[in-house]
């Protein structure tokens, strides 16, 4: 605190072990999501306005694919009129690759505005993922400092549109008066004057409209000053979620609308108090019966039996294997897979073998009869489960569900096939993805070998098309980001044991046949690929 600033007395200072100074918290949900990202987004609107890119964005924006915890956009950006918290997250998590892809191929003066505008943005968006953290270190803790820096260093490329009601009020009387001046200049001069004065003031109107907003704009605003203490709060109270208003949203789904579904209408918030009071003491009577029973202590026949086939408030962790599900019942063999897919039957047997010699035991190898591959079992199914190691947790995973639906549509919405990472090879190939590409899933299959006595003989195999990337998968120095292709070689199609897919991919169209590989879709990529 300066000499000329403090905090005055008030209750708090009354109070036995408080401190006032340290009582406000930095809140996620309204500091950044609702508060930088809105102001960011509204910047980014007037900027493609400006330079007319407002369709190029929107293209990008409706198609984006899937992705946990991602919600899909179904509109174009600019035909949404209000944005929530949960929605604001959105483009925390997308807009550096669908900015880059709308800006691309600029003019000869739009060069150096686009790549400033791409830094700017691109700064606010690691800052904010590091302030995600759970855990830091002092190299974190830097790196935040870093890009808070190199945002305010850029963020001038905004401030034209940071242009406040007052200003603009200014910027309009300005030209209503330029406009009175030019009307008295064109009284009784000739066509050709008439002409020649409206464009010299035509000009003239935009230089002082630029100068005024360039003279009142600034972001002297109290969410963007909130920024500088997030760091100094993470040295003092170890991370910022813990603090986050999203924790008293997601109560509010929770306890409040799932308790006003199951009550009767009548009197409703007395029953939801009265519904989540009685909940959570037999939570608490549960927690104290296994404690008993774990301490060997003598419990009832009746108690130990109710425990027995009451579910452990303790959450058991995930199976931490994949699992395929939904089968379809139009496939029953090699053949049918071929016609249903439209993968010529070589490409399949070709593939088969290939895998069979790489991934199989030798007395587990498929045949390499093609007229025996042909009529090897084969089981279709469209989803495919994969528990993802949640960032910065030893035991906690989530489950990434990877769809495959081929030509059939998905909840009446049209075919859904999505993307996944392939782990291709070491971690030092394929540059910043570390060894993994992404890869479209085509087809979750079971191959079945009727000749092994064994039942288990089951190969678990997807059918993806791999994609290759540019550049030996190096980091592009403009956007931060990893550019991939189809391949041009003839194996469009590759069969891969399921076992080496290791979660969904999130991948932003570029142009025919390139995407641009996402890595600020959440904490885990954006920690990976760098």
């Not at 060894?435 to 479209?440: D, I, T, V, Y």
């Not at 993806?464 to 931060?480: A, C, E, I, Y």
Request: glycine share 6%; proline share 4%; net charge positive.
């Amino acid at each position: 605190m300066s000499d000329n600033l403090g905090i005055g007395q008030n209750i708090f200072h009354r109070l036995d072990r408080v401190s006032a100074s340290d009582l406000y918290k930095p809140d996620m949900l309204h500091t950044i999501y609702l508060g930088l990202f809105k102001h960011m987004m509204d910047w980014i609107e007037g900027f493609r306005k400006k330079h007319g890119r407002l369709q190029a964005f929107d293209d990008v924006w409706k198609a984006l694919p899937p992705y946990p915890g991602f919600l899909v956009p179904k509109k174009a950006y600019s035909e949404v009129t209000q944005w929530q918290g949960k929605e604001m997250r959105n483009p925390g998590r997308c807009i550096v690759g669908v900015l880059t892809v709308a800006l691309r191929q600029p003019g000869g003066a739009q060069a150096i505005p686009f790549k400033r505008a791409l830094g700017c943005v691109r700064a606010l968006i690691d800052f904010n993922l590091m302030a995600q953290y759970r855990s830091h270190t002092p190299d974190t803790i830097a790196y935040m400092e870093d890009y808070l820096d190199q945002f305010h260093r850029m963020k001038d490329i905004f401030l034209e549109f940071r242009v406040t009601k007052h200003t603009q009020a200014k910027v309009d009387k300005q030209r209503k008066e330029s406009r009175r001046q030019r009307s008295l200049m064109r009284e009784g001069a000739a066509p050709s004057q008439r002409r020649r004065i409206r464009d010299d003031y035509r000009d003239k109107e935009n230089e002082l409209r630029m100068d005024m907003i360039n003279a009142e704009s600034h972001f002297n605003f109290v969410k963007m000053h909130l920024l500088s203490h997030l760091c100094d709060h993470i040295r003092q109270f170890g991370n910022i979620p813990m603090y986050s208003m999203e924790i008293g949203g997601l109560a509010e789904k929770t306890q409040i609308k799932e308790g006003w579904r199951q009550s009767n209408k009548n009197d409703a918030a007395r029953q939801i108090v009265h519904s989540y009071g009685r909940q959570n003491a037999i939570r608490m009577r549960l927690l104290n019966l296994e404690s008993l029973q774990d301490r060997g202590e003598g419990l009832s026949a009746n108690v130990l039996k109710h425990l027995d086939r009451t579910t452990s408030t303790v959450s058991q962790p995930v199976i931490r294997r994949r699992i395929l599900k939904r089968r379809r019942n139009d496939v029953s063999n090699v053949d049918d897979f071929s016609r249903i897919s439209g993968v010529a039957l070589d490409i399949i047997y070709r593939e088969l073998i290939r895998y069979s010699r790489h991934n199989l035991p030798i007395d587990h190898c498929l045949p390499e009869d093609h007229a025996i591959l042909r009529s090897l079992p084969v089981e279709l199914l469209t989803q495919l489960e994969i528990p993802v190691l949640a960032f910065q947790e030893a035991d906690v995973y989530k489950i990434h569900r990877a769809r495959s639906t081929g030509a059939l549509h998905f909840r009446n919405q049209g075919c859904r096939n999505d993307w996944i990472w392939e782990q291709a090879g070491t971690e030092e190939m394929y540059g910043a993805l570390g060894g993994r590409l992404p890869a479209k899933l085509v087809a979750l299959l079971k191959i079945r070998d009727y000749r092994c006595d064994n039942t288990d003989t089951v190969g678990r195999v997807a059918g993806v098309q791999m994609l290759t990337p540019v550049n030996s998968g190096h980091l592009s120095d403009q956007h931060g980001l990893v550019t991939v292709q189809m391949r041009e070689d003839a194996r469009g199609f590759t069969i891969v044991d399921i076992e080496t897919i290791l979660g969904l991919a999130h991948v932003i169209p570029e142009e025919d046949r390139r995407w641009l590989v996402n890595s600020w879709i959440d904490l885990r990529t954006f920690n990976e690929v760098y």
